[in-house]
Every structure is written in structure tokens, then in C-alpha cells.
């Protein structure tokens, strides 16, 4: 009896220390996934300016100090106010025809940014919004911090995402973005970042997206994470803990109830009855004695 209760005690112990092991696997491996983008797994906000079509990622590095510009050229093409379609405004050029999104960087050798004054994010371009044409320089920033994430398990056309944190300092679109603003650039094509800012790499047709970094006209809606992996698998961990210790619970109330203590009387246990509630025939009432 005792050895019994022992073994039960020691699998109510061992559950715990297992599933808290399952949870810290399961963290480990989705942590893995995560790179040193300053937003893994991005968000959404509003406005949000998409840039496509034509353009070139490039990072030159100088062995000598140790440093290397980061320059990103493309087209934006469409301004997103809100979460439905009908909250799309095409940029087109503005009156010199200039329709041109640009940005420029420095880092060391380990991919950080370091504070230079060539630093800068600019966007051109025309769009109406609410009947009022803006044109010209739309948005204007300098970086603050900087993140990149290769991805090694993908083709080589889009081995890499890289993106960026932005003090808004100027622009007709800036007090629609706030003092802030995010920035993400995914190449589309021809990537050869590796992972590596101790050498040069390029990409053509960057994917970007440009966002305000506070609620700007909608609520951020963010963008799906391991975390809720983590929640998912934990929840249900949980939950096998709780059905296991109700299982354990009745199984020592099972053997309670069936062992009488030393020295007390015996236990009758009432004989099957049948259906119409008269004793079985063939049954008849039987004792069990304690040990």
C-alpha cells in the first residue's frame, strides 16, 4: 500500500518537471527561428507605404575601416490608410516625375549601426488623400537602429529580410506618421546575404514596407508569432497535467475505498441485483475482510 502511494507521488512529481521541460523545448526551438530583426515577426499599421516593382539592394564593404554602406532604391506604389482594399491610394511622380524611395546607412562589420551624418531615408512621389494632393518629398528620416535575418533555408533569391527604426524628420506625410516610423526590405531577387557584414552582398527587387510605429489612423493589428505556438503547446500541456492528476485522484480514492483499515469491521458489499430489484438468483451477499 505504501509502495503504491509512493509511485504515485513520484509520477505526480515527475509530470510537472516534464511538461516544464516540453514548454522549455518548445521555446528553445521557436527562439531559434527568431533572427536580430528588430521586429521578427513584423506588425501591421497604418499608413503603410508599399515599394516594388524596380530598384536594387546593396552593401559595400571596406575592409579597411571596417565598416560598409547599406543602400536600399526603389519605386513606392501604393499608400494603405486602413485594413481594406478600398483604403488603397496609388503614388504616382510628382511634378518633376520623380517617384523614387531611398535609403542610406553605415555599419560595422557585425551588422550595427553606426551614427554617421550620410544616414538617411527619403521618399518622392505624388498621392491624394481626402482631396488634398501631396507632392514632393513625402516622408523623410533618419535610422536609429538597424536588424537583418538571413534565411538560410530559403532560395537564393530571397535569402534575406532586413529592416529598420526611424525618427521621422520631415516631409507633407509626416505628421500622418507620427515621430516614428518602421521599415522592412525583403529582395525579391538575386540575394547573397549570408548572414555576413564583414562582406559586400547584394539584391535586386526589394520588397519594402514603410509604417507608422504608433496608431496612426487604425489599431495595430499584429502579425502572427511563435509565441502563440508556445501558448498553443502549453495550454494543451497544461491541460494533460490537469486530466492526469484527476486520473490519480480517483485511483487513490478507488484504492481507499476498497481497503478497509486495519482493525475495523468488515466491509459487506451488497450482491447484484437484477433488473426487477429482487437479488439475483445465483447471488448472495459477500464479505470482505480487512487484512
Not at 508556445?230 to 476498497?258: E, P, Q, Y
Given at each position: ?18 511538461s ?15 533572427g ?59 511634378h ?21 551624418p ?27 537602429a ?8 530559403q ?20 505628421e ?20 555576413d ?12 514596407s ?40 480517483r ?8 481497503l ?32
Amino acid at each position: 500500500m505504501h509502495r503504491m502511494r509512493n509511485d504515485i507521488v513520484r509520477r505526480k512529481i515527475r509530470i510537472p518537471l516534464v511538461s516544464g521541460a516540453l514548454i522549455v523545448v518548445l521555446v528553445g526551438l521557436c527562439a531559434s527561428t527568431r533572427g536580430d530583426l528588430i521586429r521578427p515577426h513584423g506588425f501591421r499599421s497604418y499608413p503603410d507605404i508599399a515599394g516594388d516593382i524596380v530598384g536594387a539592394q546593396t552593401y559595400a564593404f571596406d575592409p579597411e575601416s571596417q565598416t560598409g554602406v547599406f543602400r536600399v532604391t526603389n519605386a513606392p506604389h501604393v499608400i494603405t490608410l486602413g485594413p481594406t482594399s478600398g483604403n488603397m491610394v496609388d503614388v504616382t511622380p510628382d511634378h518633376d516625375g520623380t517617384l523614387n524611395e531611398s535609403l542610406q546607412l553605415t555599419l560595422d562589420r557585425d551588422g550595427r549601426l553606426v551614427d554617421e551624418p550620410g544616414n538617411k531615408f527619403e521618399l518622392y512621389g505624388s498621392v491624394e488623400i481626402g482631396g488634398k494632393v501631396y507632392k514632393g518629398l513625402l516622408l523623410e528620416g533618419r535610422p536609429t537602429a538597424f536588424g537583418a535575418q538571413a534565411l538560410s533555408n530559403q532560395p537564393a533569391r530571397t535569402s534575406g529580410v532586413f529592416d529598420l527604426s526611424l525618427k521621422v524628420t520631415g516631409g507633407k506625410l509626416a505628421e500622418a506618421f507620427g515621430p516614428e516610423a518602421y521599415f522592412r526590405i525583403t529582395p525579391q531577387a538575386n540575394s547573397t546575404f549570408q548572414g555576413d557584414f564583414a562582406a559586400s552582398f547584394s539584391g535586386d527587387r526589394p520588397l519594402t514596407s514603410l509604417r507608422a510605429s504608433r496608431q496612426a489612423m487604425v489599431a495595430p493589428v499584429p502579425e502572427p508569432t511563435s509565441i502563440l505556438f508556445v501558448l498553443t503547446c502549453g495550454a494543451g500541456v497544461v491541460g494533460s497535467r490537469l486530466h492526469r492528476r484527476r486520473r490519480m485522484r480517483r485511483r487513490i480514492a478507488a484504492v481507499s475505498d476498497g481497503l478497509s483499515r486495519p482493525g475495523e469491521s468488515p466491509t459487506a458489499s451488497r450482491a447484484p441485483r437484477s433488473r426487477s430489484g429482487e437479488p439475483a438468483p445465483s447471488s448472495t451477499r459477500g464479505i470482505r475482510r480487512s487484512p
